[in-house]
Nanobody, 123 residues
Framework: QVQLVESGGGLVQAGDSLRLSCAAS????????MGWFRQAPGKQREFVAG????????YYADSVKGRFAISRDNAKNTAYLHINRLKPEDTAIYLC????????????????WGQGTQVTVSS
């Protein structure tokens, strides 16, 4: 079992950058594919990025390609989401999730979830 805790969110201005972190408990973190999702008020949970257990493959939603970068450090049991050139429409709760197997964009395919970290972008 894996427990996930996100951090790094906050109130920022458009054009700023952020690095979100997802700290995992458990010795098996390195065996899980990690995904980042976001959920804005009144909207469905949206996949933004995923990374395989080794970090050898990543996948991004079209809406964030070129601005978001996912990475992981298995020695630190932590996954990261770097967000550049933030826009007001990036405002959402950002959640990380873990699953066995490959990257999936469907939330129900993930087994473990964190509570999320709020990102608010002012114009």
């Amino acid at each position: 079992q894996v427990q996930l805790v996100e951090s790094g969110g906050g109130l920022v201005q458009a054009g700023d950058s952020l690095r979100l972190s997802c700290a995992a408990s458990g010795r098996t973190f390195g065996s899980y594919t990690m995904g980042w999702f976001r959920q804005a008020p009144g909207k469905q949970r949206e996949f933004v990025a995923g990374i395989t257990w080794s970090g050898g493959a990543t996948y991004y939603a079209d809406s964030v390609k070129g601005r978001f970068a996912i990475s992981r450090d298995n020695a630190k049991n932590t996954a990261y989401l770097h967000i550049n050139r933030l826009k007001p429409e990036d405002t959402a709760i950002y959640l990380c999730a873990a699953r066995s197997g490959g990257i999936q964009a469907i939330p129900s395919e993930y087994d473990y979830w964190g509570q999320g970290t709020q990102v608010t972008v002012s114009s």
